[in-house]
DNA sequence: AATTGATCTTTACGATGTAAAGATGGGAGG
DNA sequence: CCTCCCATCTTTACATCGTAAAGATCAATT
């Protein structure tokens, strides 16, 4: 009278039986025990379960991202994460970590395909704004701090990466060097302005509050094109006439 | 034996007796029935638990700004405030609302009381992030779209009265009108700079993900000099010597 | 004065995070 | 080869949360 609980849990869980997409996995066990489909030990459940977390994330939105959720998703019990992420901040730091990495990974590629200068200065802020709009649930976890833990090594590192090559981006385009740990109060500014433009604006789009503002721009007018805008006219006065 | 649920709760709930800062409540009952200390109709539940909701999350934070809680907090039963507001993104919903409009309070009072021309164009960012300094669960409610019901009146038009006198601002800047409901590209895109600038720093400020940057500065940079810095220098270029 | 409808409480249920104890089996040491 | 250990995974349990539904209470209307 008190399996109340299990219940439903274990009326649900229908197991599926593990199709992992990294069938790399599992090199000692394999074939030689085909009676349980489902061996006991995962063999590789770190990754598995922060695959499964993503897939969660993109399927059913950063409400849906619960630990029980990505157990299911991978196929084990709910209690399953705990040993190798301790709790959900954990598992949380560690995929916001995968996503830095993502983050990164994309803004070094875009950086590298310029030609143009002005090309140059545009790609990094698109790309920013592109890998959002394509992984917003991502995006949401790796900004949202109230429940990350970045202690972490994993999350920091990828983090710090990630603020280290926008800050070296904004020294090139300013044709200085960032010397160190040392800041002008002026290089302290573009840092922090070109980042506070990029996130905010990626923030805003995100969370569909700039579509008041598209809406009532010329017809067909993209996010995009609009960020364009932002990043290349100067910043008061009258525009120059069409 | 199936009371385990309401044990803990009902244990807990000493029920403190309603110290209501607003004595105004309860005009008609008062002091004719001394005897219940609580009645059970409490008169302007609904205000006071959008103060009670207030209380608790300045104190506990966005994690511990739960419906239960702030049921607990206002000395009502945990079912009390779905009466009121129907729901947890209800009741979230209008607390953002009054945020709202304490944050466009706090602007308009402040672009009051500029002088100078330049003073003027600084006090309504700096207005801005002192709320969010000053008030930063609020501020995280109002721009957590993801619990937030926006075809609320209360809350659509407080949010909209908010990024009206933002546009509007701009606009003032720019000595221009922002005619009706067209904006043309370089309008949206000051308008959608101004913002994302504003919010993206504020954003970021909150996150503590300046700290890096404000710790590389000169020695007691604030927040403030910083923001400052930012929406005063020019874009791009060398800056100028000192 | 009886009724009614709004307001608040009780009770109940499914879901979640987390802790603790039990099961499993790969690998180390005899 | 056998046994034991310990990392890994499962079971079980519990406090809390959001929400729904039914019951209690009371002010105001008829």
Redesign the interface.
């Given at each position: 009278?008190a399996k109340i609980d299990t219940k439903s849990e274990t009326a649900r869980r229908t197991r599926p039986p593990r199709t992992s997409s990294t069938a790399a996995s599992r090199p000692k066990r394999g074939a030689a025990s085909v009676k349980s489909e489902t061996p006991y030990h995962h063999g590789a459940l770190r990754e598995a379960l922060l695959e499964a977390a993503e897939r969660v994330l993109e399927r059913d939105?950063?409400?849906g991202l619960t630990l029980r959720a990505v157990a299911r998703e991978a196929g084990v019990s709910h209690a399953a994460p705990t040993h190798h992420f301790g709790d959900l901040t954990g598992l949380l730091s560690e995929l916001a970590a995968v996503g830095f990495r993502q983050f990164n990974a994309a803004m070094a590629s875009s950086c590298d395909a310029a030609t143009t200068p002005l090309e140059a200065a545009l790609a990094r802020p698109k790309a920013y704004v592109a890998y959002a709009q394509a992984h917003p649930g991502m995006y949401?976890i790796m900004?949202r701090?109230?429940?990350l833990d970045y202690s972490r090594p994993s999350l920091h590192e990828a983090a710090e990466a990630s603020?280290a090559g926008l800050a070296n981006a904004i020294g090139m385009?300013?044709?200085?060097r960032i010397s160190g740990?040392?800041?002008?109060?002026?290089?302290?500014?573009?840092?922090?302005?070109a980042?506070?433009?990029?996130?905010?604006?990626t923030?805003?789009l995100l969370?569909?509050?700039?579509e008041?503002?598209?809406g009532?721009?010329?017809e067909g007018?993209t996010a995009e094109?609009?960020l364009e805008?932002?990043l290349t006219?100067?910043?008061?006065?009258?525009?120059p006439g069409p």
């Open positions: 009278m939105g950063l409400a949401g900004f701090t109230e429940r603020f385009m300013r044709q200085e740990d040392a800041l002008t109060l002026n290089q302290g500014a573009a840092i922090a302005r980042w506070s433009m990029v996130h905010g604006f923030t805003l969370d569909g509050r700039l008041d503002i598209l009532r721009l010329p007018t094109r609009l805008a932002m006219v100067p910043m008061a006065g009258k525009p």
